[in-house]
């Protein structure tokens, strides 16, 4: 979809990246939660049994769900299920890099379309150290490239249902 910049996905590849980031998590449990695709640069869209959709930015290892904290219980399941869906043309996909500039084209221009099961990864993660550039990232295959990701270092609940975006706990164990 969009040359590459969002990728629907078969939900049972990704449950050990989110048993990695989700393992021992409270409120959201990898076992009741599922992917249904990722951005060109890893931003996963899963669908929580409990609170609807959660969004995994693997490269800021940040997490929001917006259901968590404030709670539309009248909401029918799949109308927000198509919300989600609906969305993934969006622009917000395309990560911008440490200046401030979206990367997508960029990286189209430096290394062509993204293959089906593909991402644009960094070679130093940035929990390691590496910078969110262009010249730090690559097309590699998406499950392998989470994976490292999901390990490199923890990730941060965010709540984005207040203009300030506040980082509320670590996610996990």
């Known amino acids: 979809m969009a040359a590459g ?7 049972e590849d990704y449950q050990s990246v989110l048993a990695l980031i989700l393992g021992g998590d409270e409120d959201l449990k990898p076992e009741r939660t599922h992917v249904l695709g990722f951005s060109a640069f890893g931003e996963i869209v ?3 049994e409990d609170y609807k959709t959660i969004k995994i930015n693997m490269l800021y290892g940040r997490v929001s769900c917006s259901e ?22 969006a622009d917000s996909y395309d990560n911008p890099d440490e200046n401030g500039k979206p990367m997508f084209k960029r990286l189209l221009r430096a290394h062509g379309e993204l293959e089906v099961g593909q991402i644009y990864a ?3 993660h940035p929990a390691l150290g590496g910078p969110i550039t ?3 990232l690559r097309p590699a295959g998406a499950l392998a490239a989470m994976t490292i990701a999901a390990q490199a270092g923890s990730f941060t609940l965010y709540n984005t249902t207040i203009p300030a975006v506040p980082a509320v706990r670590d996610i996990g164990a």
């Open 5 to 11: 910049l969002f990728q629907f996905c078969n939900p």
């Open 46 to 48: 899963a669908w929580n």
């Open 68 to 89: 968590l904290f404030s709670p539309e219980p009248d909401m029918d399941s799949e109308i927000t299920l198509g919300i989600a869906i609906g969305n993934v043309n």
């Open 122 to 124: 960094p070679k130093l």
């Open 134 to 136: 262009i010249d730090n």
